[in-house]
């Protein structure tokens, strides 16, 4: 009998996730039996959550899609029969050919985010292609755009307070963030904290799994974080808190934060916010006197119309009491910044012909129905590392536009999605476990590699091998498109930054990963803030000098785009309400504990650990509706609705209701999902989105 085989193979998690978390995969016979997290990771310390630690069933599930699919019968019907890839590239090649003659190039669109995460195959893996044919750019800012506006107007592009030293901070506030939820390994750096005497304060409108773990929850109205972070502000000021060394050497514009935060005293921020002015004053105590004192924002926070000023107030707490003096003081916000990427090499801007036209995909239902008056109009939507259909607001309008006969859809997936059930053709694409990857995190300061594990299973194929093919498909012959991954990978970072020092693919290859030298770890205690002062700007001199905003992930850049004119100072901006106050509800869509984003959502471990489609609602709010508990009800406004089940609880503040994003359209009776009733408005900085901000009205059904 012949004996079986087994080794282990380093891998790292694909997916939207800060923590980017180090895998190890078990194989016997060829055959994944599992995934388990590496326990020799400083950061991730050998844990998965539920969303990845079943892994091997999305690999192995028998609903992948393996080879390419051909549209067989109406659009959003989903049936389909099997072609080979060879029929498949013909059809792109001569479609897309057509259209160029046509319409020209820019009636192709892609669209891509963060479906899978990876230095080769991630978000960016087409923008180099679409650069070269000529296609209309995709601008992604659904997700960070407004965050990091004002964060990189206050203090520059610095990757902040190293997560793992949470773990020294005396006062930890996490703001706008469900750390169990989405960032669950910065988590027992937080409880060491805790346990070692530091004081948790979460500031969220619902009481998260996080919020139960904090010492402090302050349950603010959504939208008035800004006013709140203003008041903070006053309050240290008014009681002399201020670190004035720090402020006088390494601060640019106090005088003026001074003034603007006049106009917010805890009294008035008391009724924005809905919180106690005391309350406000002792959190504003505590923070400035409690040493080291850090922050810890999520981008959850940017999603009001006033949220990236929001976040530029709250990036102004730390400077204005010297926590970034200490090592674990001040704060995080994205630590992907570290990263030494070649986005010249990964992009190919260069390759953008002039004038050509920038299309935000958060607005995709307006482009592909008509509404932005788009000449030439799509005729082509590529789809890869997306759902569109389950993500994007005004989901009636998307869903109408991927309806349209006359759009040649090409969607690359693993599963038959909501999105794919409108393509003409759908392309079987590898999991992590079957191609090769490098893992950067948006959370913590490790590179990580992916190697495959196993071949890949029907015909599926990585992001990088189909766009080589395409690549050959439309007839380029850059040696761009001929690069292996390994090579792909050597020109997508600079490995001689310093902070890469000593790390090479061999060294990945035998370690499975390895920290960024960040040098110190303190590394503001004397100012050094990467911004045009060198200081901490509460005076915005990007603003001042130019009107800027920053459009982030864009197709062919990641620097400042010229814009709307910016207030140079953080202000508040109330919650919008295009409903003019005919919906009473403020409805919010965080991320499920179960899915990433929308990922996830399809397959039995995770579906049962989320249960159907919910909506949380206040016991006021629910009496004043005559809904009961467990009751259906139907979520809705003028641009759509969803039904939902009814979980009544006080975790979530009168007026408010919680319905976690992801569940596909299959879910709900109605065929709808929480995005039906997201609007496609735009937050004040970086063109960040405002579901948040979406009002709603639910009522019972019969």
């Avoid at 009481?207 to 309050?235: C, E, F, Q, V, Y």
């Amino acid at each position: 009998m012949a004996r079986s085989s087994k080794r282990t193979v380093f891998a790292a998690c694909p997916h939207d996730c800060p923590d980017g978390c180090a895998m190890l995969v078990d194989l016997e016979d060829g055959k994944a039996t599992g995934v388990r997290g590496n326990p020799d990771h400083p950061f991730t310390r050998g844990g998965l959550c539920v969303k990845v630690n079943k892994y091997t069933e999305r690999v192995y599930s028998p609903e992948r899609v393996l080879h390419p699919l051909k549209r067989a019968g109406a659009k959003g019907e989903g049936r389909f029969r099997a072609i080979s890839w060879e029929a498949a590239l013909a059809e792109i090649g001569e479609r897309w050919t057509a259209i160029i003659e046509a319409e020209g190039a820019e009636a192709i669109l892609p669209h891509s985010y963060l479906g899978a995460m990876g230095v080769l195959n991630g978000m960016n893996v087409g923008d180099a292609f679409f650069n070269r044919l000529g296609a209309s750019i995709t601008e992604r800012t659904f997700c960070g755009s407004g965050a990091f506006t004002g964060y990189f107007m206050t203090v520059g592009d610095t990757p902040g307070t190293d997560p793992e030293d949470f773990r020294h901070a005396k006062y930890i506030v996490l703001w706008a963030i469900n750390t169990i939820s989405t960032n669950l390994h910065h988590w027992p750096f937080i409880a060491e904290a805790q346990k070692n005497g530091a004081k948790v304060v979460v500031i969220d409108p619902v009481r998260t799994r996080t919020a139960r773990k904090a010492d402090w929850h302050l349950a603010l109205r959504p939208g008035s974080d800004g006013a709140l972070a203003l008041g903070l502000i006053n309050a240290i000021i008014a009681e002399d808190l201020i670190d004035h060394d720090y402020v006088a050497r390494y601060t640019l514009g106090f005088e003026e934060l001074k003034e603007r935060a006049g106009e917010y005293p805890p009294e008035k921020v008391a009724t924005i916010t809905g919180l106690a002015p005391a309350d406000i004053r002792k959190l504003a105590r505590e923070f400035a006197t409690t040493e080291p004192a850090v922050i810890r924002s999520g981008v959850a926070i940017e999603r009001h119309a006033g949220g990236g000023q929001a976040v530029r107030a709250i990036t102004c707490l730390p400077a204005l009491v010297g926590a970034w003096r200490q090592i674990g003081g001040g704060m995080s916000l994205a630590p992907e910044f570290a990263f030494p990427f070649n986005m010249e090499r990964i992009l190919r801007a260069d390759w953008i012909r002039p004038g050509t036209r920038v299309i935000n995909q958060w607005r995709l239902g307006r482009a592909l129905t008509g509404e932005l008056g788009l000449d030439p109009a799509i005729k082509s939507l590529v789809v890869y590392n997306a759902n569109p259909a389950i993500v994007l607001p005004e989901q009636e309008k998307v869903l109408a536009g991927l309806a349209r006969d006359d759009l040649f859809t090409v969607v690359s997936e693993q599963f038959v999605t909501d999105t794919a059930r409108f393509a003409d053709l759908v392309l079987p694409a590898t999991t992590q476990l079957e191609q090769f990857e490098l893992i950067s995190s948006w959370g913590q300061y490790y590179l990580a590699i992916n190697e495959p594990a196993i071949a890949p299973l029907g015909e599926a194929v990585s992001n990088t091998e189909l766009f080589r093919r395409l690549a050959r498909t439309m007839g380029f012959n850059d040696p761009y498109f001929q690069r292996s991954d390994e090579e792909i990978a050597l020109e997508a970072l600079d490995w001689s930054d310093p902070k890469l020092q000593g790390m090479t693919l061999d060294s990945l290859k035998r370690d499975g990963f390895a920290k960024l030298d960040m040098g110190a770890r303190a590394p503001h205690a004397e100012g050094n803030f990467p911004t045009p002062s060198g200081k901490c700007e509460f005076k915005s001199s990007l603003a001042e000098g130019g009107n800027f905003v920053f459009a982030s992930f864009r197709q062919g850049s990641e620097e400042f785009q010229a814009g709307e004119p910016i207030d140079p100072l953080p202000n508040w901006t109330p919650p919008e309400d295009g409903e003019g106050g005919r919906y009473p509800l403020n409805s919010l869509s965080p991320k499920s504990h179960a899915f990433i984003n929308s990922s996830f959502a399809n397959l039995p471990t995770q579906a049962r650990h989320a249960g159907e489609q919910h909506v949380m609602i206040n016991p006021e709010d629910a009496s004043a509706r005559n809904i009961a508990e467990g009751s259906r009800v139907r979520v809705h406004n003028a641009r759509g609705a969803f039904q939902a089940v009814v979980r009544i609880t006080r975790d979530v503040r009168p007026g408010v209701v919680v319905a976690p994003m992801g569940y596909w359209m299959a879910d709900g009776q109605e065929g709808r999902t929480v995005a039906a009733v997201n609007s496609d408005a735009y937050a004040d900085l970086g063109r960040a989105p405002t579901f948040s901000d979406s009002r709603v009205e639910v009522s019972p059904l019969s």
